[in-house]
């Protein structure tokens, strides 16, 4: 399958470099990308469409599309995708929408599960399975997460990630071993400094009471998250950041909240049901009023 004209938006995460990897194998080539946020999207895709770029087909990797839906809905397009509040009513676009635990494998299932004339190598399958087991929140193997700290801790790195992975997930070398570590270092310093800004309190969450944890931070975002779980048995771990005027939401995986609906309500954000983001409102505010400091 050989297109020239193909262009690609898709997520600048980890899924969402991983998804675009998938996309190039299924056409045998490096494809026209242009990684992105669900915040910078629109501006992204109108500075494209402004500078009179054209594309036979359009593809939109793990992205919320919604605010960009009537400008984007025709036959030339193309949207896959897992968020939940995906929910542009497209009426000719293609769309491959649905809850599934990363993009990464929402493709593989698309394209590939069933395909009897296009296989992917085991390192190809698993490249896509560290990138499902991060986005999902499963860590069912600490090799997720390293690929997650490489990805983000290397100089352009989409399109680094890209070189190094075209061919599937190879094992780190003594540079990205070394990435690893200084990261974890660095992280572990941070995360003793959190204490005096922790806030715990006991919320509802639909039919459900939860215990939910919130930290400032402007940086190691997940493991700030990570450390409310571990140190403090929450349910839900939110991190405050604050200078980004954001705050992001995590799921512990012992229990089965939908964080989009609360993020959807009081930030105006989405993602996903275990993991998910927004801006830091006026509601947000209200509601933090409900946690207590910890002593």
């Not at 599309?65 to 984007?72: E, L, P």
């Not at 698309?110 to 860590?139: E, G, H, M, V």
């Amino acid at each position: 399958m050989i297109n020239k004209n193909v262009t690609v938006f898709t997520h600048s995460d980890l899924d969402g470099v991983v998804s675009y990897l998938v996309l190039c194998w299924l056409y045998n080539q490096k494809l026209n990308v242009i990684p992105t946020t669900p915040s910078k999207l629109e501006r992204d895709y109108e500075n494209w469409k402004n500078a009179n770029n054209k594309a036979d087909k359009l593809f939109f990797l793990d992205l919320d599309v919604t605010s960009i839906g009537k400008f984007i809905d025709n036959t030339k397009t193309v949207i896959l995708d897992h968020h939940k509040t995906n929910i542009y009513p497209f009426s000719h676009a293609t769309t491959v929408i649905y809850n599934e635990t990363s993009c990464a494998k929402l493709l593989y299932n698309t394209f590939f599960k069933n395909n009897n004339t296009k296989q992917l190598s085991d390192k190809q399958k698993t490249l896509i399975a560290l990138a499902d087991d991060w986005d999902s929140n499963t860590r069912a193997t600490p090799l997720s997460e390293k690929l997650n700290i490489v990805y983000h801790n290397t100089n352009n790195k989409f399109s680094s990630f890209v070189e190094d992975y075209y061919y599937g997930f190879e094992p780190f070398d003594k540079f990205k071993q070394n990435t690893i570590l200084l990261y974890k270092k660095h992280c572990a310093e941070y995360l003793n400094t959190l204490k005096p800004f922790t806030y715990i309190g006991e919320v509802k969450f639909e039919e459900t009471v939860a215990k939910v944890g919130a930290v400032f931070c402007n940086k190691f975002v997940q493991e700030c998250c990570d450390y409310l779980f571990n140190k403090y048995d929450v349910d839900i771990s939110i991190a405050v950041l604050l200078e980004q005027k954001r705050i992001a939401v995590r799921r512990n995986s012992n229990n089965t909240i939908d964080i989009t609906k609360f993020v959807q309500r009081i930030a105006h954000g989405g993602g996903h049901e275990a993991a998910a983001g927004g801006t830091l409102t006026e509601e947000f505010i209200e509601f933090t009023k409900q946690l207590k400091p910890v002593n």
